[in-house]
């Protein structure tokens, strides 16, 4: 764990679920805005909001 730069086993775990937690948000928000992005082309609506 040393050469992540954690002190312990146990703080590498917590960072790494936060992480993941941090991702999955991301990733959801991304999606979020590909399905709009899809559903104004599919409506005529292509150009993007400002």
Sequence with gaps: MARMGHASTRAALIWQHTAQQRDRH?????????????????????????
């Design 26 to 50: 991301i990733a959801d928000g991304l999606s979020e805005q590909i399905k709009k992005g899809r559903d104004r082309a599919r409506s005529g609506h292509g150009k993007p909001e400002d």
